[in-house]
């Protein structure tokens, strides 16, 4: 028997397939959330719960006035996000970032489906392609989508899947670090949610600190991949450090390790090199090594990271570690409401349709709820402007990707957003107060223009004028 079109299938309980739900069930829809854990775990999870971090605890940059990432915080704030309320209660110091408590931040997702009256959890793993009489389904199943469904997708559209390996940082017990060695300090003092200026653990190198550091990192032994992995390509905005390293000694003293707007209260000067630690948990004891994921076998990465100043007896909650990810060839695949163009009843959400980044993967979600509710309803889809992040991120995914370019086709590759995927718009030459901008202020002013822009055709996506009568 075909089920009510009001009835939603949502495939995968992470973040995208978490806020997904959220969004159809306060739109009134009845919603079925599909997770697999913990009946069957994947190389990552750890828990049982919805919207498990499994890599890093920070959903980066607050700023909404000059980071697209801070931008897409509030929009998502701004369009009732279940994913951003619960990170902004369980928030911990990070400096101009939002990070949370990781285990308290799933639990309380958890919670808030499990209380909502309009959605039901079905712990099973769909391991084909759902039923045809389910009208309208939504899949999440993120970067770690099981072989049985990714391979009906397959089957389905006929287009390959891509993949890249996505590692995991390490995350160090405070009372183990030396703090007679290391200090707290914010790059240049700064401040953000939660945080005070001093939210990061820093642990100096010199440079024959660094030096040696590089050479143990290269030599350390690394994780073997299995023959059909080896061609699978790394996303750039999560590189392993010893990959990072590969690519020139100093690579990483201008990536993650780089020192600037950072003193040590020792000597007074900047260090050489530095690896900063972010808090990890609300009780402050577990510190995660910032950009430092790693495919390094566990007893490299003890004997490695403990060449580090301040960490020689560090402990570890948790070693780095890798996983394979998939996502799909969207920009050919989708259409402008996520649908599957192959099987319309089918939605995409999350990593899997290749944006890349816990928020992103919500961003995708919101609007795949959403979408599938106005379905649901009867009414038309309507896009949210490209000047918005939520535009931005949707036109990238289903159609701002360039498939072909100076002869050759290109790959469709995981995006984070940023300010180069929004329209232009004319730099203002002047500032709020009529002074006239100069040097590296354009920049900053070109990027707060895009942002009061996005926000303000967001209210008008949120609540359009009524239409007039005909």
């Not at 990714?150 to 940082?169: K, M, P, Q, R, V």
Request: aromatic letters at 8%; a negative charge.
């Amino acid at each position: 028997m075909t089920q009510p079109y009001d009835e939603i299938h949502i495939v995968g309980g992470g973040l995208a397939g978490s806020e997904a739900a959220f969004q159809a069930a306060q739109a009134g829809a009845h919603v079925f959330l599909h997770e697999m854990r913990p009946i069957r775990g994947t190389e990552a999870h750890k828990t049982g719960d919805l919207a498990e971090l499994v890599c890093s605890n920070s959903f980066r940059s607050d700023d909404v006035e000059t980071n697209a990432v801070g931008l897409l915080h509030e929009e998502m704030r701004r369009a009732g996000s279940l994913i951003m309320a619960k990170a902004d209660i369980c928030q911990v110091p990070a400096g101009g970032a939002l990070a949370v408590d990781r285990e308290s931040f799933s639990a309380t997702v958890t919670r808030a489906i499990e209380d909502h009256p309009n959605i039901t959890i079905v712990r099973e793993e769909i391991t084909g392609l759902p039923p045809a009489t389910w009208r309208n389904v939504i899949i999440a199943t993120g970067p770690l989508t099981s072989a049985p469904l990714a391979t009906a997708i397959h089957d389905l559209t006929g287009e390959d899947s891509l993949a890249f390996f996505d590692a995991i940082a390490p995350i160090v017990y405070k009372e183990s670090i030396d703090f007679d060695v290391a200090w707290f300090q914010s790059r240049y003092d700064k401040k953000g949610p939660g945080g005070d200026g001093a939210d990061y653990i820093n642990c100096p190198l010199d440079e024959a600190q660094y030096d040696a550091f590089i050479s143990a990192l290269l030599e350390g032994e690394k994780t073997e991949f299995h023959e059909w992995e080896k061609s699978t390509p790394y996303f750039e905005g999560c590189l392993p450090i010893e990959v990072m390293a590969e690519r020139g000694h100093d690579t990483l003293r201008f990536g993650p390790m780089k020192p600037v707007g950072l003193a040590d209260p020792r000597t007074g000067r900047r260090p050489h090199a530095v690896v900063q630690l972010r808090q990890d948990n609300a009780l402050g004891t577990l510190y995660n090594m910032v950009g430092f994921q790693t495919k390094l076998k566990y007893g490299a990465q003890a004997d490695v990271f403990r060449l580090i100043p301040g960490l020689e007896n560090a402990e570890f909650a948790r070693l780095g570690g890798i996983h394979r990810n998939t996502f799909l060839n969207s920009p050919l695949l989708l259409d402008q409401s996520l649908q599957l163009k192959a099987r319309p009843s089918l939605r995409f959400a999350g990593q899997v349709t290749g944006v890349e980044g816990y928020l992103e993967s919500a961003a995708i979600g919101l609007l795949a709820g959403r979408f599938a509710a106005a379905d649901a309803r009867g009414e038309k889809i309507i896009p949210p402007p490209q000047t918005t992040a939520f535009g931005a991120l949707l036109g990238h995914i289903t159609g701002g990707h360039l498939a072909e370019g100076a002869g050759a086709k290109r790959a469709f590759q995981p995006m984070n957003v940023n300010f180069g995927l929004f329209p232009e718009i004319e730099t203002p030459l002047m500032d709020d107060e009529g002074a006239r901008i100069r040097g590296k202020e354009k920049g900053r002013a070109r990027k707060r223009a895009l942002s009061r822009r996005a926000l303000a055709d967001l209210a008008g996506w949120l609540n359009p004028a009524p239409r007039a009568a005909e």
